[in-house]
């Protein structure tokens, strides 16, 4: 069967142990990255979106090569993606949101514990 | 014949028979499981219609008596809880879904039988769990929303909602399961041919369907576990003088509620577009925009959940969001019910009780749209919410339009199901007192909700006028009752007495048809071969075009099906039954049970079956893991292993999951009192274990790699060195936490240390599970159960590790690094 | 065909009883459909708006549905052939653009009124009143430090702004004839502002399910002339009566009461200090009793002191077994609190 074929050269086209050696050095580059932002007191006006570009790089690196989305095609991408969409919008929503509540709050009895 | 290896029997007749006992216990064939799910269903469905003829009795009077305030509750929340969870969906899902997916798109099963198996007899735990008030503690009695903190423990003390929340936990677990096995099936496994635009729209219906459960559901999941640590742990979720708010559970809930309508809709959209096109003698009318509109109907339905809260005061800014997304709903909507119309129009109609009821479904669902136009205004929602106008309006959708539906479904598959007919004079009897009673029960409810009236009250008071409309009311809800009573007399009078069905009673027009009533246990003896839409109809007549209506007209005979014997079934494997589904629910009850009566030593019994059976599963076939495709098995799967769609599947239901367990964290940061808060957080230690936790990925491609190579010393090797990697980020997060609590950051100290917790715990718990995982497959690579041909066991274990590497990816830069960093 | 027959009775009866519903509804003490507020009328003209659109579609969607069923279409084993069509263009496009235009036509009115109906702050000169609700009762503070329980009054033409808060769990303020209503949220501050502008007596209930006693959680709002609410508002603000010397009965009450166990939740000026429950001050002035639930005259009063939980289940008033004389006294003080 051709199918039955084209399965196993499916699993000839992933990637090889240079290429994930690399990936994981990119890995550490960008963590060191990341943190030296943290310290770094002149960043901080632009800390939020350099953590963000340098995580979703690292998020994008694992997912592409360790997860295979590049080799798999665009089924799991799409049944990846379309997800990680949702839940991005469900998190900016829900900020938004509590947000505009944070303006309203009621005065706090604090009960002990805290 | 002899020669070959185990071949089912060619004269096995049916799926029903055979097996005995044990064999219903330990079934994976996809229909069994499907009628398992309509029995207990309809056993759920008498009990919740009883709860409401007892609602409409206490409502029977101004000041009754009948039933106490908290028995009313009671029986309310019940009512609610019971059609959503134990009827509707296992009747739309787990019954209709089961039993079609496969006959549907020309499979012998579903992708993953035994999952299915769990699914269903964890919806079963779960139902008894949402019963057992009735032995200790009361019934659930803060309705089926479950609004907090009405149900913190200092308000709702007893049981009751204990079971309420571990009932629905499971239930919810195994409608993910069931979603990510409906989901990798349609996608995977339609026959040669079977194209997108080819699958019968029910299916349609129920692919999307999938998808709304797996990113709908983590939402509520994370919600119950918030309840379940407050009730349980001291913490402070929803409790408003800890800083935190009760509308995080709202918002929460109906980002689950309001996909869960479309989890109830979409399904029951699906059995019309196949019973009126089958009884009109025409293809579905518009069958693109019917598709486009589910998927459109699906993704505004993520939107649109603030309508539901217009009155807890989001500000006119969100109102006016959620109101104008809301109303966009209408107009998918909207193409459907024209749609099915235009179907109607011109055909040649055969008015059978099936036909009947998707006749009425598609009036009194647009009865139910166009009220629920009127809530989508916010200000006249703020009228109408939580009134009866709301109450008429969803039992118009869900009853009128669901619940019709399943009505529908259920006279149009019923032959296919257990090869009997139903009565059509009882059928019909049942349709118009169904019609009646719900119209005189429902509509009423209209104008209760102008006149005032609130829902949820067991009283009310004699000088408001609204005593003649609940009276005429509690009157329709009986013949509503008579006409169910009728229609559970048609069910046993048709086992009983029913004339057989023939394989094609109503000259069907998808594949289902083309099989034996009822089907065999493989369905398909030869995988069919789709030539277009209506495959079932264009083989029996040619094209749906000319010819096929002019033979229909002549009353020519279609052409019989493919003779089913004798063919060579040798080719056919289906999989053996296993108890493990079964014993695996067993285990997740028993370790609910005994956390709600707080004997630990259940729990620790019920956690430990639960992992070996899991484990057992995963070793119980021979072929664990092997990478061999099979295109008899995934037809469409594209080269692209069904077990890894699966997984896929799950990890993006995992994503809402996280992001919903992450905004709450983000959202109680800024609102936390008094230290510690996030500058406790310590960049160093966290930075060395992000550098492990990315090096055990990379250790795990590395093993994949070995794997794949077939060089078995490296794959053990990368494997342990995964493992190690998983342990010592595991035992960097055992110290962090300790150290933490030790600088007095206890688990319950504010909402910062409650949501960093349980957020950094719920993650480092899936660690746990992956470094269990990876301990099995390590066993099993050391035992040499493993090698080049079982690549994907590694591979899938594989993709939930860095699944698990790329939330933490997300948790390190949101909550370490931007611990200076408050939310609006 | 007797379908059809059935059909169109079943909806003439429909309409039928939709006009008669609308006619009656007018007198019906919670009606939504006869607002006495600015807010209720904006609302109400909006729900009008909407009801005409969902009518005219109802209306397309019945014709259709009649004409598909039983005019253009046959059944089976006649001989007509069945039509194949499955698309039509033009009839997609018109049932797509079509209600997105009527949806178009109710989303301006909608985001106005959405944005007109809740101002971010009071308007000038308006009335504050602090709204705080309970298991199962409600609280009215007024600005000038007067308190209520379960009676609001409020004076015509005046701007109100309600300031809602919770005690304990989520409940709703809904007084149909006045308008929307809004949820009352713990640690979160709700408004609601509207200008009342018809004087009468108007019922309102929690619409939030609040537990064991939500059904028995209502209240009342007295919408008076800009005269009669300043006297009353004067009444309110002295303070609470002293019985009359000759009234033995509430002197003995008196005394009972300052010494009683009721002192503990409720407060009467200048006597006791109690907060749990309502503020009795001004107990003889209203016209109700338990959240609206029971009359305020002696009977009903007593039966109360009685036994709460028969009237309101879950009520955290424990039951006063008094014997009988001490009862009446009791009830003859808080009914001589005017």
């Not at chain 3, 084993?77 to 069945?82: D, L, N, Q, T």
């Not at chain 3, 009143?129 to 409600?138: E, F, L, P, S």
């Amino acid at each position: 069967m051709s199918d039955a074929a084209e399965a196993h050269i499916e699993q000839v086209h992933h990637p090889g142990a240079t290429t994930y050696l690399i990936v994981a050095a990119f890995l550490v580059v960008l963590t060191a990255m990341e943190v030296t932002v943290f310290y770094v007191h002149a960043l901080r006006p632009v800390l939020v979106p350099l953590l963000l570009i340098l995580s979703a790089a690292k998020f994008a690196l694992v997912a592409m090569f360790y997860m295979h989305l590049r080799y798999d095609g665009t089924l799991v991408s799409g049944i990846f993606i379309f997800p990680l969409a949702i839940a991005t919008f469900l998190l900016i929503t829900l900020v938004l949101l509590f947000g505009y509540l944070s303006h309203h709050l009621a005065p706090i009895i604090n009960l002990g514990g805290g | 014949m002899a020669a070959q290896p185990k071949p089912l029997p060619i004269f096995q007749p049916n799926y029903l028979e055979g097996g005995g006992l044990l064999g219903w216990l330990t079934t994976i064939d996809h229909k069994r499981i499907a009628v398992l799910y309509m029995a207990t269903a309809l056993v759920f469905m008498a009990i919740g219609g009883i709860e409401a003829m007892l609602i409409r009795v206490q409502l029977w009077e101004p000041n009754n008596t009948f039933l106490s305030a908290g028995t009313y509750n009671e029986l309310f929340t019940m009512h609610g809880t019971t059609m959503i969870f134990l009827v509707v969906m296992p009747l739309l899902i787990g019954f209709f879904g089961n039993f079609m997916i496969p006959l549907h798109i020309g499979a012998r099963d579903v992708a993953f039988p035994r999952l299915n198996a769990l699914s269903f007899w964890m919806a079963l735990v779960a139902g008894i769990t949402l019963h057992l008030g009735w032995i200790r503690g009361g019934l659930p009695d803060a309705g089926w929303f479950g609004y907090a903190n009405l149900t913190e423990r200092y308000f709702s003390p007893t049981l009751a909602l204990d079971w309420w929340v571990v009932g629905l936990l499971i239930s919810g677990t195994s409608t993910i399961l069931s979603a990510v096995n409906f989901l990798t099936t349609i996608i995977t496994m339609r026959a040669p041919g079977m194209s997108y635009m080819r699958i019968p729209m029910f299916m349609w219906a129920m692919m999307i369907t999938s998808i709304l459960i797996l990113l709908a559901f983590p939402p509520l999941t994370v919600g119950l576990i918030f309840l379940l640590l407050d009730r349980f742990f001291g913490t402070h979720f929803y409790v408003a003088t800890a800083g935190a708010t009760p509308i995080l559970w709202q918002h929460l809930f109906w980002l689950f509620g309001h996909p869960e309508v479309y989890v109830m809709a979409l399904p029951g959209f699906g059995i019309i577009s196949e019973v009126l096109p089958a009884f009109s003698r025409k293809p579905l009318f518009g069958y693109p925009m019917m598709a486009y509109s589910i998927v459109l109907i699906a993704f505004l339905s993520y939107g649109v959940w603030g309508h539901h809260m217009f009155a807890t005061g989001m500000g006119p800014v969100a109102d006016s969001a959620f109101a104008i997304t809301s109303m966009l709903i209408a107009i998918p909507t909207g193409i459907k019910v024209f749609s099915w119309i235009a179907t109607v129009w011109g055909g040649s109609l055969r008015m059978t009780t099936a036909f009947y009821f998707a006749l009425a479904m598609v009036l009194e669902f647009t009865i139910g749209g166009l009220s629920g136009v009127m809530h989508a205004s916010a200000p006249v929602d703020l009228q109408q919410t939580d009134s009866y106008f709301v109450v008429a309006h969803f039992h118009y959708v869900l009853f009128g339009g669901v619940m019709f539906a399943i009505l529908a479904g259920f006279y149009y598959w019923w032959p296919k199901v257990t090869g009997r007919l139903f009565s059509e004079s009882i059928g019909k009897w049942h349709f118009w007192l169904t019609v009646i009673g719900f119209n005189v029960t429902f509509f009423p409810m209209h104008f209760l909700g102008m006149w005032g009236m609130p829902r949820r009250i067991y009283t009310y008071a004699p000088d408001l006028g609204w005593t003649g409309l609940n009276q005429l009311e509690t009157v329709g809800a009986f013949v509503l009752g008579v006409a169910f009573l009728l229609f559970y007399i048609n069910i046993y009078w048709s086992l009983r007495y029913g004339e057989k069905a023939p394989a094609d009673p109503w000259d069907g027009r998808s594949l289902e048809w083309s099989v034996a009533s009822p089907p065999p246990v493989y369905n398909f003896a030869l995988l069919p071969n789709v030539r277009g839409r209506d495959a079932w109809w264009i083989l029996k007549y040619g094209r749906a075009g000319s010819r096929g209506v002019a033979a229909y007209v002549a009353g020519q005979p279609p052409k019989p099906p493919e003779p089913e014997a004798p063919v060579d079934l040798s080719h056919v494997h289906m999989p053996p039954p296993s108890i493990f589904p079964l014993v695996v629910s067993l285990g997740v009850g028993l370790m609910g049970l005994g956390l709600i009566v707080g004997w630990y030593r259940i729990i620790l019994i019920g956690g430990i079956v639960t992992i070996m059976s899991i484990i057992g599963m995963g070793f119980e076939y021979k072929d664990y893991g092997q990478a061999v495709h099979d295109p008899e098995h995934a037809p469409s799967s594209g080269g692209i292993d069904v077990r890894k769609v699966g997984v896929w599947c799950f990890l993006g239901s995992e994503c809402v999951f996280f992001a919903s367990l992450i905004s709450t964290f983000i959202v109680y940061k800024s609102r936390s009192i008094g230290a510690p808060g996030a500058e406790i957080l310590e960049i160093p230690l966290t930075s060395f274990s992000t550098f492990i936790l990315l090096m055990s990925s990379l250790l795990m491609v590395l093993a994949l790699a070995a794997t794949q190579r077939g060089d078995k010393v490296w794959e053990r090797i990368w494997l342990a060195g995964t493992v190690f990697f998983g342990l010592i980020f595991l035992s960097g997060q055992a110290y962090e936490f300790t150290h933490f609590y030790h600088e007095g950051m206890g688990y319950t100290t504010n909402l910062f240390s409650q949501s960093f917790y349980t957020l950094v715990g719920f993650h480092g718990a899936h660690v746990a599970i992956g470094v269990l995982w990876l301990s099995v497959l390590l066993v099993a690579a050391i035992t040499g159960r493993l090698g080049k041909s079982r690549a994907l066991s590694i591979e899938l274990a594989g993709l939930y590790w860095h699944f698990v590497d790329v939330v933490w990816i997300v948790i390190f830069t949101l909550v370490y690094l931007m611990q200076t960093v408050h939310g609006a | 065909m007797r379908a059809s027959r059935f059909s169109l009775l079943a909806l003439v009866s429909a309409l039928a009883s939709i006009v008669a519903g609308c006619e009656q509804s007018a007198q019906l003490p919670m009606t939504t459909l006869a607002p006495k507020s600015d807010l209720g009328e904006a609302i109400h003209h909006l729900f009008l708006e909407v009801t005409a659109w969902d009518a005219l579609i109802f209306v397309i969607v019945i014709v259709a549905f009649t004409l598909a069923v039983f005019v253009f279409s046959t059944r089976a084993g006649e001989a007509a052939p069945p039509s194949q069509a499955s698309s039509d263009l033009t009839l997609e496009v018109a049932w797509t653009v079509g209600p997105a235009l009527v949806l178009l036509m109710i989303s301006i009115p909608t985001v106005r009124t959405i944005f007109r109906s809740q101002p971010e702050v009071a308007p000038k000169g308006s009335l504050e009143i602090k709204v705080v609700a309970h298991q199962w009762w409600w609280e009215f503070d007024y600005p000038d430090g007067h308190k209520t329980a379960n009676e609001m009054h409020i004076p015509t033409g005046q701007p109100i702004r309600l300031r809602l808060e919770s005690a304990d769990i989520i409940h709703s303020f809904w007084v149909p004839a006045l308008g929307g209503k809004r949820d009352v949220v713990p640690g979160q501050i709700n408004h609601l502002t509207f200008i009342a502008n018809t004087p009468g007596d108007y019922p309102g209930q929690c619409a939030e399910f609040c537990g064991l006693s939500h059904a028995n959680m209502r209240f009342r709002v007295f919408v008076q002339t800009p005269d009669d609410f300043a006297m009353w508002q004067k009444e309110q603000l002295a303070g609470p009566a002293t019985p009359l010397p000759n009234d033995q009965l509430a002197v003995q009450g008196a005394q009972y009461f300052a010494t009683s166990p009721c002192t503990a939740c409720h407060t009467v000026e200048g006597v006791s200090k109690g907060y749990i429950g309502p503020n009795l001050t001004h107990f003889g002035s209203r016209t109700t009793l338990a959240a609206g639930v029971l009359k305020n005259d002696p009977a009903d009063v007593a039966a109360w002191i009685t036994d709460p939980q028969k009237i309101k289940p879950g009520a955290y008033m424990p039951a006063l077994v008094l014997p009988g004389p001490k009862l009446n006294a009791l009830v003859a003080y808080l009914e001589s609190l005017k």
